[in-house]
């Protein structure tokens, strides 16, 4: 686990994600977060099961309108805690193990169940035949992550 100085100081501040890490702003907009609000992370649906994301938390109004311009399927995930990690090929990494909530956004709007369902559905099928050649206690996670993300998929 890396400090938002750390991570600051590693990168050499060369990229904009680590100068919103290191100050604690938008990566968005570059203005300060606040403390006490749940700030989301803009991610994907396979992030979502792994409960990862690359990029650096934002306010939600700018994280809203980034997700609705997306074009694609996309995830807010608001979390109260994370921790900033580094993946194999050394990028940051932030881990929000229990997020309290999920906004799925599709094409401008708010996505659908089926929706959400399908981008899921095409992740894990891409996921699945890598998973299997896993032993078995990385599998009985993997399937945990997945139950855990099916918790916050649109009810309609």
């Known amino acids: 686990m890396h400090t938002r100085r ?28 606040k403390g006490g ?12 099961v792994k409960s ?3 990029d650096p938390p934002a306010h939600v109004e700018c994280a809203r309108r980034a997700a609705e311009a997306a074009g694609r399927l996309t ?15 050394r990028m940051t990494l932030f881990h929000f193990e229990k997020p309290i909530a999920i906004e799925w956004y599709q094409n401008g709007r708010r996505a659908t169940r089926l929706e959400v369902m399908s981008g899921i ?17 990385a ?6 992550d997945v139950n855990r993300a099916m918790k916050f998929i ?3």
Do not use: S
């Open 37 to 48: 609000v749940n700030h989301p992370f803009m991610t994907g649906p396979m992030c979502i």
């Open 139 to 144: 599998q009985a996670a993997f399937e945990r």
């Open 154 to 156: 649109p009810r309609v």
């Open 75 to 89: 995830a807010l995930a608001f979390t109260r805690t994370y921790e900033i990690t580094q993946d194999n090929m």
């Open 52 to 54: 990862v994301c690359y």
């Open 6 to 33: 750390q991570v600051h100081k590693q990168a050499g501040a060369k990229d904009e994600r680590h100068t919103a890490i290191a100050f604690n702003k938008c990566w968005i907009c570059k203005e300060a977060l």
């Open 121 to 137: 559905e095409a992740g894990l099928a891409e996921l699945r035949p890598f998973m299997e050649l896993q032993p078995e206690h």
